[in-house]
């Protein structure tokens, strides 16, 4: 029960980060809101962790982090590519599909 | 939870949801990078305050050590001044979002608070430490979630050098490319060496000075070409004359100087070809090789 607060702040760190990805056009900015998913979710598996006494909820957060660290070098290079080729990193300039 | 962890937790609580606000609100990127380098740090703290304290490290090395500085470093590589455009491309998109985002906070949070958690057991208290009790985990019950892990990492290695790779679409220039080139361009008055350096003189060495040839001529592609088309240069004959002063000042026997200023009527057939306002305070600085250039390369001239 006590450790409540842990699992609200994650919430709302989570509920920043998907707002962040809903509103923010810069690609790099928006990729910035998924981490912040992640570090939010991190925060509630530690938690949970805590609460029932078993560190394999630390063991599901590192492979998290892990699968983070992948997700932004793909990620980063991904934006990399999409600069050179628009000039530009917003969101709304990739719409070659569009029409 | 200790009185110490609520005092830890509700003042980093805050300036985290503060610093993760101006995720949404700041203007530069960059700003925004810090704040979620905040955000990461106070994480870690927050690990190593609920008996999690390998990965609060592995929070500071690799998020905030690794992630966030290859955040800021394609920041700068994009350009950091690439600002959000404001114009709305779906209408309406920013109040939906905003009420998405508050739903999701209402949503999560009224859930959460709703639950009846178990009694906190905290992490047993055995005589393994906590990076050996999470390697005792991950090296038996997950070890191949572990290997597949690798395999995604280098994955996404392989991945990032294939997205940025570039392919060059004109074959390399090499030195001996470039030396053909000049070579070529020599009949339209093309150079084989480097332009010479600005004028070194006893008085001046500046880059608006204009170096001397053998024969005691300045050689006006000396100077850099953006001062020659700003009128920046100073003339040589200013120079020269100023040098002429000095000389005589710092030298009382005249009669040297009168001697050597007789030179240039006899010399003074090539050196009247390259609008030389001043022939008689020419040769008054010495020999003649004070004015070569003092062979450093400057090829952007």
Redesign the interface.
């Known amino acids: 029960m006590e450790l409540m607060h842990y699992i609200v702040l994650s919430g709302i760190l989570f509920s920043i980060g998907a707002a962040t990805v809903l509103l923010r056009r810069n690609a790099i900015i928006v990729f910035m809101g998924v981490e912040l998913m992640l570090n939010a979710c991190n925060l509630a598996f530690v938690t949970f962790a805590r609460m029932h006494g078993d560190a394999q909820g630390q063991v599901i957060a590192f492979f998290v982090m892990v699968v983070a660290a992948a997700e932004v070098v793909v990620g980063l290079a991904i934006i990399v590519a999409i600069f050179r080729s628009r000039r530009s990193a917003s969101v709304d300039d990739v719409n070659l599909l569009k029409n | ?1 200790s009185t110490g962890e609520d005092v830890l ?1 509700w003042i980093l ?1 805050p300036l ?2 503060i610093a ?2 101006g ?2 609100f700041t203007r530069k ?1 960059v700003h ?2 810090v704040a ?1 380098v905040f ?2 740090i106070s ?1 870690a703290v ?2 190593i305050a ?3 304290p ?2 609060g490290v ?2 500071i090395v ?2 905030t050590g ?2 966030m500085m ?2 800021l470093f ?2 700068m ?3 950091v001044d ?4 404001l ?1 709305e ?1 779906i209408k309406g ?2 109040w ?3 009420l ?3 739903g ?2 209402a949503i ?2 009224g859930v ?2 709703q639950v ?9 208290a055995d005589e393994q430490t ?1 990076p050996v ?2 390697a005792r ?2 090296f038996s ?2 070890v191949f ?1 572990f290997e597949v ?1 690798g395999i ?2 280098v ?3 392989v ?2 050098l294939v ?2 790779h ?1 392919r060059r679409l004109e074959p390399h220039r090499g030195q001996k490319e470039r030396a053909d080139e000049k070579v070529a361009r020599l009949p339209e008055g093309g150079r084989l060496v480097s332009l010479p350096a600005p004028g070194v003189y006893a008085q001046h060495n500046a880059m608006d000075v204009p170096a001397l040839d053998a024969q005691g001529r300045p050689i006006p592609e000396s100077i850099s070409r953006v001062l020659r088309i700003r009128g920046q240069a100073r003339s040589e004959s200013s120079i020269l004359e100023s040098e002429r002063d000095v000389m005589v000042e710092h030298m009382p026997d005249h009669s040297l100087l009168s001697v050597r200023a007789d030179l240039p009527d006899t010399a003074g057939t090539d050196g009247a070809a390259d609008a030389h306002p001043g022939p008689d305070a020419r040769p008054d600085d010495g020999p003649p090789d004070d004015a070569t250039p003092s062979g450093t390369e400057s090829e952007d001239r």
């Open positions: 939870m937790f609580a985290m949801v993760a606000m995720l949404l990127a925004a990078a979620v955000v990461m994480l927050l690990y609920q008996e999690a390998f990965l592995v929070q690799v998020y690794a992630v290859l955040f394609v920041l590589l994009v350009g690439a600002s959000d455009s114009v491309t998109q920013r939906i979002g905003a998405l985002g508050l999701l906070v999560i949070v959460v608070v009846t958690f178990p009694p906190a057991v905290g992490l047993p906590n009790t999470l985990i991950l019950d997950y979630t892990v995604l990492l994955t996404a290695a991945a990032a997205l940025t570039r």
